[in-house]
């Protein structure tokens, strides 16, 4: 993407609106080859609810990097057998899909989860200043502890952010998202 390269803290009008012309070329791919679904079918059938209501596993022992890094983090096939080698599950069906994690461990196969969230790539989000900032999980995706499968409840569109930045009186120049 060349807008990478383009410095726009100090570009003049002109190249903003150059800005908008190749974000918005982008936006001419279809939709969904950017944006994930809401709630796509998953490679095995793990279900936040189960984790977190036998015994409240907390997020960031899967999704450890969140409070430090870009990235949330997902949990390594080792994380899940760390409990999986001895946890079968709790009827035949859910022992087939431990049967699938457990396929996957001796391949040494990372799990291919589909995206749920997923903006473009001309957009940044950074987890940890939301982090520090101390919002919590659920504002932006809802209560993942009840859900049996993920699913987006926020629209993550650039109005959706905005508002957010300006209740807050965070930044919300051009050059804080894209860049
Ligand atoms: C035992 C590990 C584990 C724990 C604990 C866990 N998750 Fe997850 N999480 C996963 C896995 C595996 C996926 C991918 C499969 C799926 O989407 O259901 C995932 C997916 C997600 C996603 C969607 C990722 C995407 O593709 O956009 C979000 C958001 C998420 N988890 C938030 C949370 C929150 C919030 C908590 C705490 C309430 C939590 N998770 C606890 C393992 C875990
Ligand atoms: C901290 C321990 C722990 C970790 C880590 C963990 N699980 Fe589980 N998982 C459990 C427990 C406990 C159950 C409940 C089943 C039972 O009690 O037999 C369960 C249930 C399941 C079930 C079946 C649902 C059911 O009710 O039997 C699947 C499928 C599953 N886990 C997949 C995963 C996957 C995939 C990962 C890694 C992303 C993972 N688990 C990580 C402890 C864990
Ligand atoms: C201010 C909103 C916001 C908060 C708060 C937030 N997330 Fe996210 N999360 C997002 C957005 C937006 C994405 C999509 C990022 C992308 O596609 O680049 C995302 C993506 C994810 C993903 C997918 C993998 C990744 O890193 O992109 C996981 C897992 C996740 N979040 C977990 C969490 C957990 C756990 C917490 C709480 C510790 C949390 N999120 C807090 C907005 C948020
Ligand atoms: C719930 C409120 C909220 C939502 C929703 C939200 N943000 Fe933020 N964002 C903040 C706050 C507050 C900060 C922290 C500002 C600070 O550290 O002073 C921040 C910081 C950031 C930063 C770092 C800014 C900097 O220069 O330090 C980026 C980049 C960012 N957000 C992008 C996004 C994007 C992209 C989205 C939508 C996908 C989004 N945010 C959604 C509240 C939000
Ligand atoms: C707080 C983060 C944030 C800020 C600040 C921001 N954007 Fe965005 N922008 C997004 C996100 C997220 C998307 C992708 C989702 C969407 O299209 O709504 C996006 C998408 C776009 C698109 C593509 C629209 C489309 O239809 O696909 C353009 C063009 C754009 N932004 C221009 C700008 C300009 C110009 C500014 C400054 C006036 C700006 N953005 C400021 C987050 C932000």
Request: some cysteine; glycine content about 6%.
């Amino acid at each position: 993407m060349p807008i990478v390269t383009l410095g726009l803290r100090i570009i003049p009008p002109v190249s903003v609106l150059v800005l908008v012309a190749s974000l918005s070329s982008c936006a001419k791919e279809p939709r969904a080859m950017i944006a994930a679904e809401k709630s796509p079918v998953q490679p095995l059938a793990f279900m936040h609810d189960v984790h977190f209501e036998v015994n409240r596993i907390p997020c960031a022992y899967c999704h450890f990097s969140a409070a430090y890094s870009e990235e949330a983090g997902m949990p390594s096939v080792a994380t899940c057998m760390g409990c999986h080698r001895f946890v079968r599950g709790t009827s035949q069906e859910f022992g087939t899909e431990i049967g699938k994690l457990m396929g996957f461990a001796a391949d040494s196969i990372a799990i291919p989860w589909a995206r749920v969230h997923s903006l473009p790539d001309f957009v940044q989000f950074p987890h940890k200043p939301h982090i520090r900032a101390q919002f919590d999980c659920t504002i932006c995706h809802g209560d993942v502890a009840g859900m049996v499968q993920m699913e987006r409840v926020k629209p993550l569109t650039m109005g959706w952010c905005l508002k957010c930045h300006r209740d807050e009186g965070a930044p919300d120049d051009c050059a804080t998202c894209h860049y």
